[in-house]
Nanobody, 121 residues
Framework: QVQLVESGGGLVQAGGSLRLSCAASGSILSINSMGWYRQAPGKQRELVGIINSGGSTNYRDSVKDRFTVSTDSAKNTVYLQMNSLKPEDTAVYYC???????????????WGQGTQVTVSS
């Protein structure tokens, strides 16, 4: 079993910064990709940014140049550095990792519990 635990959410004023962390534990053979998603009230969950095992990243247009996804592979941890935050960034943020737990088994996606980010104007 694989568990993802997030931390770092909170309340911040517009223009401020926050850093989210997500650490994976359990039976992990390899991690194919790590990413962050968010869901605002009444809206669908959307991709924020993702990084693959080769280090390539992809971001939604609205957060490019403001948010950065990075990893610490030794700690099975992914980070989301959020700068120049805007009220429209307010949402519950979820981390997700695509993990292989055993040789010969296909990878499976695992999710964190979510952390609230609120940006006040």
């Amino acid at each position: 079993q694989v568990q993802l635990v997030e931390s770092g959410g909170g309340l911040v004023q517009a223009g401020g910064s926050l850093r989210l962390s997500c650490a994976a534990s359990g039976s992990i053979l390899s991690i194919n990709s790590m990413g962050w998603y968010r869901q605002a009230p009444g809206k669908q969950r959307e991709l924020v940014g993702i990084i693959n095992s080769g280090g390539s990243t992809n971001y939604r247009d609205s957060v490019k140049d403001r948010f950065t996804v990075s990893t610490d592979s030794a700690k099975n941890t992914v980070y989301l550095q959020m700068n120049s935050l805007k009220p429209e960034d307010t949402a519950v943020y979820y981390c997700s990792m695509y993990v292989t737990v055993r040789p010969g088994m296909p990878p499976h996606d695992y999710w964190g519990q979510g952390t609230q980010v609120t940006v006040s104007s």
